[in-house]
């Protein structure tokens, strides 16, 4: 009888320790948002509920609803040149399954930079990327966090490169 109250009480210490402690995702994706930070490059959760134009991604692609989305921005600096790109390429999947990416607008024709990554993943029918995204003096990616450091120190050069573009 004393052993098992010892047995409670050091399983009623030790136990909330134990679910305090991050897991290894949370420890992955710290060390990822640690890296871009450190690059100057911004994290932003996207809520799919709250973006309208996200929302209707979702809506269209329900495999988009499967994930929580991240999107990393890399703001050019002042006096630095920024994209001369304006607009989006979002990923979807067609009728058969396969994923398309789509610019939007849709007159918008894609520059060598921008396609050598889209092409790559196409081909490789990646799906932790939902867009590439340019504005007047940003460029971002939105992905699911979901792979290696090697992964997120490609994104860094990808967001540096395409930023100068």
Known sequence: MVYLIIILAMAMVVGPVLLIRPSPK????????????????????ISLMSNEYYQRVSERN????????????????????????????TQRKDRQGLLLWEPDPVTLTEPE????????WRENQDMRFL???????????VWTEEGSVED??????MLEALGQS
């Not at 930079?113 to 790559?120: C, M, V, W």
């Open 26 to 45: 949370e420890k992955r994706i710290a060390r990822f948002r640690s890296l871009v930070m450190e690059a100057g490059i911004k994290v932003e959760p």
């Open 131 to 141: 867009a590439v995204e340019f504005g007047p003096r940003t460029v971002s990616v």
């Open 152 to 157: 997120v120190q490609k994104l860094i050069s």
């Open 62 to 89: 329900l495999h988009v609803a499967d994930y929580q989305w991240v999107r990393y921005r890399r703001i050019s600096k002042e006096g630095e040149p920024g994209s001369t790109v304006r607009g989006q390429w």
């Open 113 to 120: 930079g921008i396609k050598t990554y889209i092409d790559q």
